[in-house]
């Protein structure tokens, strides 16, 4: 879950609150030749491996293309605003930019969900097919409008790991009483499942496995978890992420700014973000394997995968809280049988595709 | 393979022959005003779905982030120059750019093939991992600079199928005396499996199936194999793509012409590039499932899988392939072992998350 990150963010509020932010280059009609220095507001803490590595390569990218007309300053979560700000602080032009997750606006938006990760839904690749040749984007531009935001896809993590557990999970019943910090969507399930759900940020988790405040905790991957020492507190590590299976990160744009610019600095900015969301991915790809086998063969963690009746379990639960929301919440409903019928056709393709050759190459190594 | 396309573009070549190229801009220092017309000649027929829409969307792009400073006229295979001179004309500059696939260079280099896909090597996410997060990028760069040429990823197709059969495939004696079409490493391996491989143009794979000069081809995907019309001359459809499990597509730029760019348009270049790179997956993602239904709902297609032992034996040979001519070859040697030091990272990863994932969501239907 990347829903923590942001709360670690607040925690590390402290970081950079001093920092001023520049001065915004106003939003008069555009020149070729005018300059606009925005301001964009991160869910992270500044420079977060992976996470807050993207919006500083964002800036960078947009700094270069335009030479220099579009300057982005990035600003780490708490140093201008709050993690959890971010949507507003976008909304209301405070920034003209953000960076974070869509599901931490589901306080105000149910279904924003989909645009990031839910249980047993979409993978990285099906995401980005379902947003950019599915109905997906125009579907967040559409929810996302009332709110005065334009949003892009700019970043993925992958199928994410389960989580790590003090005990062995070997059936539905060492679920029960298991308290585990698990926020959104998965964590409503894992309540259903006769678990325990709780959120603790991110900065937190270490301690609360350590005094047994909570029995499990999952966070990203390995290269994310093993920056945070979780195999210090935790012997298993399970697989696979069925509650985040191939989280999008966002970047939103308040609409008026976005507006005031130039066709050829809004496509510096489409272009940039489609970069980048490629890039995170890549990163994720690479990191994770290397850290994998850093847990495994210098701290003797313990990697197992949930069982067979456990995982479908959470698999029917996950229907039941998805058509459950639909059935009163009808922006949710929508966009949940959109993403359903693309989900449907494209396991059909990757159950023959990737999963087969994955499971090819493994047959024959 | 994607290198019939390639093949089929050379007798598409008539379609735009007496098309006057643009000017160039010429080379002489850049100003942030000098306005650059580029030539981007291609290995495929113009606007070919999915590999010829990639060089257009780029050359858009490209077009409306530099508000014109770089405008790129793209050219379809034999149109300025033949499908398979697209190498030599930008390495000469007679083009500025091209778009292609690196495996069709392996004449002059052979470890070209590790830059588009060799047979079970890595798959989309991966190959995208270690070119932007690995050693690819350096090692592309490097190969192809006494050539004159800047690489860039532009595009993957994800794991191809197996190919057309007109017969089922038990075991490995029914691939004994086969007549298929299937070029480059795949084909190699394929003739040691005791099959028999041959290199016919896309154009002519209908006819050649059709009068039983071949008994099976492959080609791209359910996507690009539907608009062909393969399904009317072959009844079993076979996966996974073990020969070409995540092809990447390239942009070459001639490297005078590069240099002679400002930086911000050089940055523009790699980053709409980087763009194309994964908006042509996405394309491919949403796009095979509903043509796969339509072969399979529509068509009466039987899709099958390769048998374990089929598949464990080609890939036998396909390692011994690699490894006979790394023994003869060092730089083929060299990139060989920095894409399977990676694969062996990243695979171990890749089971545990995305085929875990595909697995757990395939089983809890």
């Not at 949507?87 to 032009?93: L, N, P």
């Not at 060492?174 to 910090?181: E, F, K, V």
């Not at 995968?305 to 639960?317: G, K, S, Y």
């Not at 058509?323 to 396991?347: G, R, T, V, W």
Request: aromatic share 10%; with cysteine.
């Amino acid at each position: 879950m990347i829903k923590k990150i942001a709360l670690l963010g607040l925690l590390l509020a402290f970081l950079g609150c001093g920092e001023r932010p520049a001065d915004s280059g106003g939003h008069a009609s555009a020149t070729p030749e005018q300059t606009f220095k925005w301001k964009l507001v991160t869910t992270w803490p500044k420079n977060y491996p992976g996470l807050g590595e993207a919006p500083e390569n964002f800036a960078k990218m947009v700094g270069e293309m335009s030479n220099g007309r579009l300057q982005v300053k990035v600003f780490g979560a708490g140093q201008m605003v709050p993690a959890l700000e971010v949507f507003d602080a976008v909304s209301q032009g405070t920034a003209e930019m953000g960076h974070g997750a869509a599901y931490y606006w589901t306080g105000k938006i149910k279904a924003a969900s989909f645009f990031t990760s839910v249980p047993f839904g979409l993978n990285a690749q099906e995401m980005n097919g379902w947003l950019h040749y599915g109905e997906g984007m125009a579907l967040w531009r559409e929810v996302y409008a009332p709110f005065n935001l334009v949003p892009f896809a700019a970043g993925n993590t992958g199928v994410q790991m389960a989580g790590w557990f003090n005990r062995e999970i070997n059936s539905l019943q060492d679920l029960q009483g298991l308290i585990m910090r698990i926020p959104g969507l998965g964590g409503e399930v894992f309540n259903r499942a006769g678990g325990e759900a709780v959120n603790i940020p991110g900065g937190e988790l270490y301690t609360s496995m350590q005094t047994g405040v909570i029995d499990a905790t999952e966070w990203v991957g390995p290269f994310n978890d093993l920056a945070f020492g979780l195999h210090q507190v935790a012997k298993y590590y399970y697989y696979p992420g069925w509650h985040e299976p191939g989280p999008t990160l966002e970047l939103i744009v308040n609409k008026a700014a976005y507006d005031s610019l130039p066709k050829d600095l809004q496509q510096i900015v489409a272009s940039a973000a489609r970069a980048v969301n490629q890039d995170m991915l890549d990163e994720y790809t690479a990191r994770n394997n290397t850290a994998l086998e850093q847990l495994v063969n210098e701290h003797g963690v313990q990697v197992r995968r949930l069982p067979d009746d456990v995982l479908q379990e959470l698999a029917r639960i996950s229907e039941q809280v998805k058509e459950e929301i639909a059935a009163e919440d009808p922006l949710f409903k929508k966009i949940y049988e959109s993403q359903q019928a693309f989900q449907e056709q494209a396991a059909e393709y990757h159950n023959i595709s990737e999963e087969a050759y994955f499971e090819a190459r493994r047959l024959t190594d």
